[in-house]
């Protein structure tokens, strides 16, 4: 009697849960549609978050071409344009990544991971010279605009600048020097104005790229261990589509900012 109890136990037994699988969830299927869900109303409420920066970006545009004309020569379209290869070129390892997780090639998984992080790496170290380099020449944000030497300035700047006052081909130093912050800054052209506009937008597209190196590091971590397999990819994909996300805005940024003239 007591072989035939055991028997039925055995019988009705639930069949073993994978130890990827979370309590909250019958299969792994339902974990990963869920996933999917919450990461796509998440990047949902991304697109809204910078939707409302471009529309200002728009009007403001709209209503100050000159100053936006003027202070795209402060931008290096050349530093912007590498940018913009590194990120594209780690849309594709991002995407790349996720296949080997579904393939469980766990070597190419792990390598097209921290290609993913070195380039979100060369990104941001571009971007801190970029910054840096505004900062010591003075071409910030607001009313702290304030251009220290004349041989900061693009070409293209000093052009404008003769073409609008053609009396600051006969001032010397800090005479010429006054005049011209007047004329760029915020009682005149106001480029303190595109650069608030411009450390904004770059610099919330910045700390999302931060942001996914942290998660990607994350994965990295978890890829070495072994986690992932051809049911149990989920975090990739989510991170994958997370960093699509931040290069597609990047593309948009690029031409908006660096070659608006």
Known sequence: ??????????????????????????TLHNQYQAGKLGMWLFLGQEVLFFAALFTAYAVYRGNHTEMFHVGQYFLDW????????????????????????????RRGLVLTIAITWL????????????????????????????????????????DWLYKHNPGLAQMQGEEQLAAVNDMLGKNGLGLGSFFAVYFCMTGLHGIHVLVGMGVYAWLFVRALKGHFNRRYYGAVDNVALYWHIVDLIWIFLFPLLYLIG
């Open 119 to 158: 380039c979100a790496l060369t990104f941001m170290v571009v971007k801190y010279f970029e910054y840096t380099h505004k900062i010591h020449v003075g071409s910030v944000w607001g009313d702290s605009f304030h251009i220290h030497n004349m041989a900061d300035l693009p070409r293209g700047v000093v």
């Open 78 to 105: 050349r530093l912007g344009a590498t940018n913009t290869i590194v990120l594209l070129f780690s849309s594709m390892t991002a995407a790349w990544s996720v296949r080997c997780a579904q393939l469980e090639q």
């Open 1 to 26: 009697m007591s072989t035939s109890t055991a028997h039925s136990h055995d019988t009705h037994a639930l069949p073993p849960r994978p130890k990827e699988l979370a309590m909250h969830f019958d």
